[in-house]
């Protein structure tokens, strides 16, 4: 909801925004603005203490992040078990994803988030997650952790296959971007990705649709 400000506050602001400036280009520049006049005080704090991020953190509120993410969030329901931990690998800020699934999991015990940027993960633990005992954030390659409960990742395009104990419930996005240089492991479809990651039991395969690319998502237990 869009808020109505002050003169004083929307002077503030604008001297904020003002010094902001150069470390936006583009739409994410207008991005940024929006974060800074609408999105929620711990957005604001954290491109405010980590300005040169503005453009990144603005990036993770892009309507495609956040469109996956509800998909995924909608889709959990197929898990037939009961998730007390959760890792999520290349997890970036957590921002979007997170809440989801603090909400649809209330009673879980740990969410464990990896990543290799160490800002990223510093702004996940000390700004967005501050005050919440759940949430743990490591800096940590996923490619060299291995993984038990259920692990998400919505970064496949970016790494190899994730190691993970038999039995192990995945919840998988991956697209077929390949003009993307860091998109190094795309797949065609949602039945090469559950390949890719030698998925046992399939419980969702499923596809979304933008313009330059397809998304997939498979849910299931290696």
Not at 170 to 194: F, K, M, P, W
Not at 199 to 220: Q, S
């Amino acid at each position: 909801m869009v808020r109505y400000l002050s003169t004083l506050r929307l002077r503030r602001l604008t001297s904020e925004a003002e010094y902001l400036v150069p470390h936006f280009t583009h739409i994410t520049f207008i991005i940024g603005l929006f974060i800074m006049f609408v999105m929620d005080a711990v957005t604001q704090r954290a491109i405010k203490k980590f300005p040169h991020r503005a453009a990144d953190i603005a990036q993770s509120y892009d309507y495609k992040q956040v469109k996956c993410k509800e998909w995924l969030h909608q889709k959990l329901e197929y898990l037939p078990a009961k998730i007390k931990r959760i890792y999520i690998a290349g997890g970036w800020y957590g921002n979007i994803l997170i809440p989801k699934l603090l909400d649809f999991y209330p009673d879980v015990e740990r969410i464990k988030l990896h990543d290799l940027d160490e800002e990223a993960v510093h702004i996940c633990r000390n700004i967005y997650f501050k005050d919440n005992n759940i949430i743990r954030a490591d800096v940590q390659d996923s490619t060299e952790f291995t993984y038990d409960s259920f692990v998400i990742n919505t970064s496949c395009e970016h790494m190899p296959p994730l190691k993970s104990y038999p039995g192990t419930f995945v919840a998988l996005q991956s697209n077929n971007y390949y003009e993307i240089d860091e998109h190094t492991h795309c797949v065609s479809s949602a039945v090469e990705l559950a390949d890719q990651y030698d998925i046992k039991e399939v419980y969702y395969e499923g596809e979304l649709e933008f313009d330059k690319y397809t998304r997939y998502m498979v849910i299931g237990r290696v």
